[in-house]
């Protein structure tokens, strides 16, 4: 009696533990994105925006400031082209970021943004950003990264600036090496 | 039942028998114990004094790393197994473990996981150096080559542990004598089937986290690769969705062990029996709630900084529940002090002392001044060192009687303890003191004004050390012979264990016993 006993007490407990190994590798990482998604934390801002016709709000004026910054030991030289811009909620407006590859190889690069404060992650519109792709510069090559955005009119009162900060990341090996894998890679 | 143990390696190598596997764990895990030790002496022989003067920082790193996770996963909990497979079927009645083959397998494997994480010393890179909670993308872009090892090594860790568990778990349900019902078992049960439960529910996440780091490795995911679009703070989250829950793996069955000892030596039945059952459910219950307060400063918003702190305070009430109960146990108890006793009234201090930090540490905004420095180092050791070494050592002094049927040297038991208790007070009490005035972990070298408190700290800790040495003396000297022990002990002894004889036959209740 004990034995089929043992053994179906220790298959349940088997498959908790594979439904376990499975939440933790294709649930929690997704569960994560979302919850990051709606929240807006770590500041991850939206995918590309489809601009709609919208009222330009001109009464506010919103600062908008701009950060760029180098992962690890990437070499390029990377910087906004004005520290800060100021836009009214509904309009469209464009600047550039400057990439610069000092190297003597050809190099792929992968910008990923980050915003606070994080509540408004979801009132600031990319309608154009060269961080949707990736960049590729060669030895030398200089390039200006184009970024429209749009800042929603219903931007929460109160807020009055936005820090818009890039970090750009050296794929060039991961890009090289993992062409198929592209389709996987997120846009930020 | 009068065949007893094959004769030579392969009784060792094929035993299915719980008390065979049981013992080897032991050793194993006090094998374990004495090389995390000595890494664990390295580093603090280096931070003797400030400066570099006896390894490089790259090797200290892997010292500290190794050190964390020899201790963790090859010496507290392997002990904890092992005294599960020698206790649990004594306690309950059964006459072996449920799943007697899968029990072998599941020691078996982690000779050759620790043998494979070990091996990476000697590999060129060096052996994992990121400390041992393995954050990506230290443990991910940076690490050394050898991290794949390391990844393998606590996979097969893994795989162990739940074997282990649902071992556990398929006994205790199954295999208890007529009579034993769930509120009747000894504590020690109840702490490890709930233990057992939350094996079972983490370790499978512990290889999700490691699997999605191999896969950022070798097959070009994402995961914690911020410029693929994941996201370093994830594996955070889920290391500690894991790690929460693990440490209460590590100290449950040590207050399944003090429940036992305490009442024996006070002379009196457990105060609160079935609150100290409901405490440890809602311990674990918790456990699976709290885990952000290791990551209070990683940026998250005020809302969860709060829930996280709210409910980590929280775990005080059942710990004191327990706390309470211990003591009220001793209170106008007839009580003796030999080691057993020693070791478990030190666990109820000294444990309580690393609650309290703990508490201070659950506070948000206070951790952003103790994140990452050594008052964390000295909570944490206060909880692992005192609560699950000195439970199991207490364990190991409480029960090798009935095991090998021989009584132990009372004054060297009572040496080890007072060297030991001094040695880790010293050791790790001034830690406190310098992590509050600011000194980080995990640094090879620190600003002169921390070196006396770590000089104090390095003297202890060889001090903890040398006490080691003579527990092992002792118990190989209990082992080979010594004053004939009697079948019950302890003159208050009570429980299925002290009705058999002693030493423990190599077969016990084959009939089951009746219980009242």
């Excluded at chain 1, 053994?7 to 533990?17: I, N, R, S």
């Excluded at chain 1, 610069?100 to 009132?123: C, D, E, G, L, R």
């Excluded at chain 2, 070298?445 to 700290?457: E, G, S, T, V």
Aim: net charge neutral.
């Amino acid at each position: 009696m004990h034995r089929s006993n043992n053994v179906k007490v220790a298959l349940k407990l088997l498959a908790f533990a594979t439904g376990m190994l499975g939440f933790a590798l294709f649930i929690m990482p997704p569960l994560y994105d979302a919850f990051c998604d709606i929240t807006g934390l770590n500041g991850k801002t939206g995918e590309r925006y489809q601009a709609v016709p919208a009222a330009v709000d001109t009464e506010r004026l919103i600062t908008v400031q701009f950060l760029a910054s180098n992962n690890g030991n990437m070499p390029w030289q990377f910087k906004p082209s004005v520290m800060s811009l100021k836009v009214h909620p509904g309009e469209a407006k464009d600047m550039v970021f400057l990439a610069h590859n000092p190297t003597k190889q050809t190099m792929t690069a992968q910008a990923i943004p980050s915003m606070v404060p994080f509540k408004v992650t979801s009132y600031f519109h990319k309608t154009e950003c060269f961080c949707f792709n990736q960049q590729t510069l060669a030895a030398g090559e200089s390039a200006e990264l184009g970024l429209r955005f749009i800042v929603d009119p219903d931007l929460p009162a109160g807020v009055n600036t936005i820090t818009l900060s890039y970090t750009i990341f050296d794929v060039t090996k991961r890009f090289a090496n993992n062409q198929k894998n592209t389709g996987q890679q997120k846009e930020g | 039942m009068a065949h007893g143990p094959q004769p030579g390696l392969t009784r060792w190598l094929y035993t299915t028998n719980h008390k065979d596997i049981g013992s080897m764990y032991l050793w194993f895990s006090f094998a374990m114990f004495l090389l995390g030790g000595c890494m664990a002496l390295i580093i603090r022989a280096e931070l003797f004094q400030p400066g570099l003067q006896i390894v490089q920082p790259e090797f200290f790193n892997q010292m500290t790393t190794l050190h964390g996770l020899i201790m963790v996963f090859g010496a507290v909990m392997p002990a904890f197994v092992g005294l599960a497979n020698w206790m649990i079927p004594l306690m309950v009645g059964a006459p072996d473990m449920a799943l007697p083959r899968m029990n072998n397998w599941s020691f078996w494997i982690l000779p050759f996981a620790f043998s494979m994480l070990l091996s990476t010393l000697f590999m060129s890179g060096g052996a994992p150096n990121f400390g041992w909670t393995f954050y990506a993308p230290l443990s991910t872009e940076y690490a050394p080559p050898s991290v794949t090892f390391f990844i393998f090594s606590i996979h097969i860790m893994g795989a162990s542990s739940i074997m282990g568990a649902i071992n556990i778990i398929a006994t205790i349900l199954n295999m208890r004598a007529p009579g034993m019902t769930l509120m009747k078992m000894p504590l020690f049960v109840w702490t490890w089937l709930i233990t057992a439960y939350l094996l079972i529910a983490v370790m499978p996440v512990l290889a999700g986290v490691v699997t999605m780091m191999l896969m950022d490795i070798h097959f070009g995911t994402s995961f914690f690769s911020a410029a693929g679009g994941g996201d370093p703070v994830l594996f955070q989250h889920v290391f500690w969705f894991f790690g929460h829950p693990e440490v209460y793996i590590m100290i449950l069955p040590a207050f399944g062990i003090v429940s036992m000892i305490i009442p024996t030596f006070a002379r009196k039945p457990l105060f609160g029996y079935s609150s100290m059952v409901y405490a440890t459910a809602s311990i674990a219950f918790l456990s699976f709630i709290v885990w952000a307060h290791h990551m209070f400063t990683v940026g998250m918003p005020v809302a969860g900084e709060l829930f996280f702190m709210y409910a980590t305070m929280l775990i005080a009430v059942p710990t004191g529940v327990k706390v309470f109960n211990w003591v009220t146990t001793m209170f106008r108890g007839s009580m003796t002090f030999e080691t057993p006793m020693l070791f478990s009234i030190a666990f109820v201090i000294l444990f309580t002392i690393g609650g309290f930090s703990g508490l201070m540490l659950a506070i948000a905004p206070a951790d952003f001044q103790y994140h990452d420095t050594y008052f964390v180092v000295a909570h944490f050791h206060y909880v692992l060192v005192p609560g699950a070494i000195f439970s199991i050592t207490a364990a190991v002094y409480y029960w090798l009687p009935k095991w090998c049927g021989n009584m132990y040297n009372e004054a060297m038991g009572k040496l080890h303890f007072w060297l030991a208790f001094i040695g880790l007070n010293l050791t790790f009490f001034p830690m406190h003191f310098v992590g509050l005035a600011g000194m980080p972990r995990r640094i090879p070298d620190y600003a002169l004004q921390f070196a006396d408190f770590n000089q104090i700290a390095s003297i202890g800790a060889f001090l903890f050390g040398a006490a080691q040495l003579v527990f092992l003396f002792n118990v190989i000297r209990t082992v080979r012979g010594g004053k004939k022990a009697t079948d019950k002990v302890w003159e208050s002894a009570h429980g299925l264990e002290w009705s058999i004889a002693s030493p423990a036959p190599y077969h016990t209740f084959s009939i089951p016993p009746k219980v009242s």
